[in-house]
């Protein structure tokens, strides 16, 4: 007998009362059943963002929103900057690309984070930048940008907008987009939100609309004025995933009983007590600045595989983390703490962890991890 | 955000795969569709209970079985003999003083186990004696009672039969029902069986129908000769719990795929652990002898309440444990490792109590229960 533990980054664990109220019967989403229900979604959304824009709703995963940040707001020849620290940067600079994009890529060493002014020193050199794209968490490297600060920096240029994935960040981190001057940013249902994968979220804000008048890329399912349009009505532009709307309002009422302040504080924490149990075990953090709180990427000692560690928690122990992506793979591991999760969820993965070392001939103290958790979260 | 941990002796954890499928639409007990379900059940608890003997099953909790296993059975001023060595040893007196037996107690201290030897000796004194009633795990001390060895004494004498409470025994321990001489076995769904609370099992061997014969008990809803002939038929006397049968059947499903030799081992690993475990806290083990393999009892620290620690497993980390019964309450507290309990279940009881013993004043060093754990179960 082999029980299932999902400490990835994603899809995270979906609570018992979501998975229940997504087997309600199935409603029609022209029907008047369902304008309440698009209503409460989108100022739930709201909530979350921390914004009083627009979240769109979108029946796609998130990369189908971040390619609806791209070909609703440019044009071909568009100069853009792309921040990127990690596999989810290049997604950025990839999908830029395909759309004609002339990307200035901003490349940061995988495991570090950006330093603002760089930013502010390419857009006082580059006026005519139209926008810049980030990771709020790069996913690849467990390494939260400072969104906050490149969002302030941007603010003070008319013409270029800040478009920020945070689908790992989102819940987990406190992104105050209205404040910090997010005028795009894309969240995923299957990472903090608690919810299975399927929708992607994305707030716009009103300096990207004017941008969208006069953008000419080509579009069609990711069409963002229609959305809005639609949203207005409680309606999205085509059949609407129902079902996991129904989801998403209960995973919010969740939420809300928990409320902003504790949510963030609570993966702070689990994050925190996560990355000192790893060193008390004697491994390093492969974030070397700006540790996120979605998901720790850890390296794997010397002489042991990374894959390794993921495989066997898997085989061994039921245990779904996250190995190493390209260049990374093999060297880290990744154990997340997004979304439904607690102080023993922490616990099970780094008891876990100890015994994989130990099975692959690495020095453990058993329960000397685990006691770092305890202490800190007791 | 507080999630639920179940570690109780009953409820027991359900798994998704057996939620799900009680999820199915509700059939008609008397129509074909029901007569696989009944006929898949009846063999499959047959595997279980290890017997060739009718499994009867009963829209009752544990304690339904309890009374059918006396008024089906027994007369007016038979003279049995009651184990009791705790709360659920008192039950079996009440029920047969309450038909009007007479019963015979053979009182256990609180902790200890049977000494076979004792109803040896009796029998051999009362050759009288219609039955010999006993618990295989009495819940209440976390104590196994030699059943095999009280079994083989009885096989010997022709007119008494051997009564067997297994309701939280059965599944963590290998019961040999047919080898060992039991005549009735008793179990109940919400124990190692993995589902909810509602039917009892009751397995009823050939010297115990005969007794039934002559048995003038008064009985309507718990007559076994009349579920006997409606099991014959795939049926049940009255409304048969369909959405729990049905659950029944994927539960041993996935207890077959495990095999009855690996179930076993699990559960007394599990329960190894947990007391070595409790051990390395430097508390002590409430079962003084044969400790069972279900539920582990454990002795509260002088001067902490059993009922605090309960309390605050519950309150503080959602752990619901169990406290103390009657005049083991505030002594003791109880941790089930039954059912769908694996090693990550045995780590998240040991770090929270060691949490919880801490934040009570008594002196603990994080880990190292966990560790022990870690050690034995790796």
Same mark, same amino acid.
């Given at each position: 007998?082999?029980? $299932?533990?999902?400490?990835?980054?994603?899809?995270?664990?979906?609570?018992?009362? =979501? !998975?229940?109220?997504?087997?309600? %019967?199935?409603? &029609?989403? $022209? +029907?008047?059943? #369902?304008? %309440?229900?698009?209503?409460?979604?989108?100022?739930?959304?709201?909530?979350?963002?921390?914004?009083?824009?627009?979240?769109?709703?979108?029946?796609?995963?998130?990369?189908?929103?971040?390619?609806?940040?791209?070909?609703?707001?440019?044009?071909?020849?568009?100069?853009?900057?792309?921040?990127?620290?990690?596999?989810?940067?290049? @997604?950025?600079?990839?999908?830029?690309?395909?759309?004609?994009?002339?990307?200035?890529?901003?490349?940061?060493?995988?495991?570090?984070?950006?330093?603002?002014?760089?930013?502010?020193?390419?857009?006082?050199?580059?006026?005519?930048?139209?926008?810049?794209?980030?990771?709020?968490?790069?996913? +690849?490297?467990?390494?939260? &940008?400072?969104?906050?600060?490149?969002?302030?920096?941007?603010?003070?240029?008319?013409?270029?907008?800040?478009?920020?994935?945070?689908?790992?960040?989102?819940?987990?981190?406190? /992104?105050?987009?209205?404040?910090?001057?997010?005028?795009?940013? =894309?969240?995923?249902?299957?990472?903090?939100?608690?919810? %299975?994968?399927? !929708?992607?979220?994305?707030?716009?804000?009103?300096? *990207?609309?004017?941008?969208?008048?006069?953008?000419?890329?080509?579009? #069609?399912?990711?069409?963002?004025?229609?959305?809005?349009?639609?949203?207005?009505?409680?309606?999205?532009?085509?059949? +609407?995933? =129902?079902?996991?709307?129904?989801?998403?309002?209960? *995973?919010?009422?969740?939420?809300?009983?928990?409320?902003?302040?504790?949510?963030?504080? @609570?993966?702070?924490?689990?994050?925190?007590?996560? $990355?000192? *149990?790893?060193?008390?075990?004697?491994?390093?953090?492969?974030?070397?600045?700006? %540790?996120?709180?979605?998901?720790?990427?850890?390296? +794997?000692?010397?002489?042991?595989?990374?894959?390794?560690?993921?495989?066997?928690? @898997?085989? @061994?122990?039921?245990?779904? *983390?996250?190995?190493?992506?390209?260049?990374?793979?093999?060297?880290? #591991?990744? /154990?997340?703490? !997004?979304?439904?999760?607690?102080?023993?969820?922490?616990?099970?993965?780094?008891?876990?962890?100890?015994?994989?070392?130990?099975?692959?001939?690495?020095?453990?103290?058993?329960?000397?991890?685990?006691?770092?958790?305890?202490?800190?979260?007791?």
């Amino acid at each position: 007998m082999l029980k $299932r533990y999902l400490l990835a980054p994603g899809p995270t664990p979906v609570p018992s009362e =979501v !998975l229940l109220s997504m087997s309600k %019967p199935i409603i &029609h989403h $022209r +029907s008047a059943d #369902f304008l %309440p229900v698009l209503d409460s979604a989108k100022k739930g959304l709201q909530w979350l963002f921390q914004t009083k824009n627009d979240v769109l709703i979108l029946c796609a995963t998130g990369t189908g929103g971040m390619v609806g940040s791209v070909n609703n707001f440019f044009n071909k020849g568009d100069k853009v900057i792309v921040i990127n620290g990690g596999k989810f940067g290049e @997604r950025w600079i990839k999908i830029c690309l395909s759309y004609g994009l002339e990307v200035d890529e901003v490349i940061v060493e995988w495991g570090y984070s950006i330093k603002p002014e760089i930013i502010e020193k390419k857009l006082k050199e580059n006026p005519d930048i139209k926008g810049v794209f980030i990771q709020a968490c790069e996913t +690849s490297t467990g390494v939260y &940008h400072d969104v906050e600060a490149v969002g302030k920096i941007i603010k003070g240029y008319d013409d270029t907008i800040f478009i920020v994935d945070a689908i790992s960040a989102l819940v987990a981190h406190d /992104l105050k987009t209205d404040e910090w001057g997010i005028d795009i940013m =894309v969240g995923g249902s299957q990472k903090g939100f608690m919810l %299975p994968p399927g !929708l992607a979220f994305v707030s716009v804000s009103e300096k *990207a609309w004017r941008k969208n008048e006069t953008s000419k890329l080509q579009r #069609f399912y990711f069409n963002f004025k229609k959305e809005r349009e639609n949203l207005a009505k409680n309606q999205t532009n085509f059949t +609407s995933p =129902v079902t996991l709307i129904i989801g998403l309002n209960e *995973a919010i009422g969740m939420l809300q009983k928990e409320g902003l302040a504790n949510i963030f504080l @609570r993966h702070k924490k689990l994050a925190h007590a996560t $990355r000192e *149990a790893v060193k008390a075990i004697g491994l390093n953090i492969y974030s070397k600045e700006s %540790p996120s709180d979605s998901v720790t990427a850890i390296e +794997s000692p010397s002489g042991i595989d990374g894959q390794m560690i993921y495989k066997t928690l @898997r085989e @061994r122990y039921g245990i779904t *983390a996250a190995g190493g992506q390209d260049k990374a793979k093999g060297k880290i #591991f990744r /154990l997340a703490h !997004l979304g439904y999760s607690d102080i023993f969820d922490i616990i099970t993965g780094i008891a876990a962890l100890e015994m994989v070392l130990k099975s692959l001939g690495y020095p453990v103290e058993f329960g000397k991890g685990v006691a770092r958790v305890q202490e800190l979260l007791m």
